[in-house]
């Protein structure tokens, strides 16, 4: 596609269920982030993902955090359990040459 | 790992020049990128260095000093739709492919 395409743009859940998060990178890029955006902060590293290469999990704050990639293409990012800290805004990024990165216009979580 | 240290606010009037800072710390240097974010919506990219000197897009330049660990983004004739959050970043991590940005600084213009 033309840009990075996020889904859902906004997510309200109750705490404890699971939440999916999808996103679809601009075509051909190899490189994929997730970022994590509180109110007001600064943007969070989650995951990394380049070609078929072993992901870069460092950032996810806990095993409630998981990440896939379907080979260069979409990625789900999947909450579980979900707690009120993480309400925060999920962006997702694509890049050709890991120094230019696009990010999409995130997935707005809010857990009540 | 890695560091950046950006002033968290700057203020300037329309038509004037500001200059945000960032100075880093890395194991191993890729360049330093800049980027603006406006209240509510998504990064973009403004810039980025690999070599020393300065880039000019517009408006906008970037300044590098890889032997200082140090840049700064320069916003010329500021207008009121530049109030945004400006965020340096370098290349970190294993292989260092991922982006780690600095804390941002909070621009805001006035008439």
């Known amino acids: 596609g033309a840009g990075v395409s996020q889904s859902p743009s906004n997510k309200v859940t109750e705490k404890g269920k699971d939440v999916e998060l999808r996103c679809d990178p601009i075509?051909?890029?190899?490189?994929l982030y997730w970022y994590r955006q509180r109110l007001g902060q600064g943007l969070e590293f989650l995951i990394y993902?380049?070609?078929?290469?072993?992901?870069?999990k460092s950032g996810l704050p806990s095993d409630r955090f998981s990440a896939e990639r379907t080979g260069e293409s979409v990625s789900t990012l999947t909450i579980q359990r979900t707690q009120q800290e993480d309400s925060a805004v999920y962006l997702c990024?694509?890049?050709?040459?890991?120094?230019?990165?696009?990010f999409g216009e995130g997935s707005w979580l809010t857990v009540v | 790992g890695q560091s950046l240290e950006q002033p968290s606010e700057v203020t300037a009037v329309e038509g004037a020049i500001v200059q945000i800072n960032c100075t880093y710390q890395?194991?191993?240097?890729?360049?330093l990128s800049w980027y603006q974010q406006h209240d509510g919506g998504a990064p973009t990219f403004l810039s980025y260095?690999?070599?020393?000197g300065l880039e000019e897009t517009g408006r906008f330049s970037s300044f590098l000093s890889r032997s200082d660990s140090y840049g700064y983004l320069l916003l010329q004739e500021l207008q009121m739709k530049d109030s945004a959050s400006y965020f340096c970043a370098v290349r970190g991590g294993v292989g260092f492919q991922k982006l780690v940005f600095g804390t941002g600084t909070r621009l805001l213009v006035s008439p």
């Open positions: 075509s051909g890029h190899t490189a």
């Open positions: 990024a694509s890049s050709l040459d890991g120094n230019t990165i696009y």
């Open positions: 260095n690999a070599l020393d």
């Open positions: 890395t194991s191993g240097f890729y360049g």
């Open positions: 993902f380049q070609g078929n290469s072993a992901p870069d």
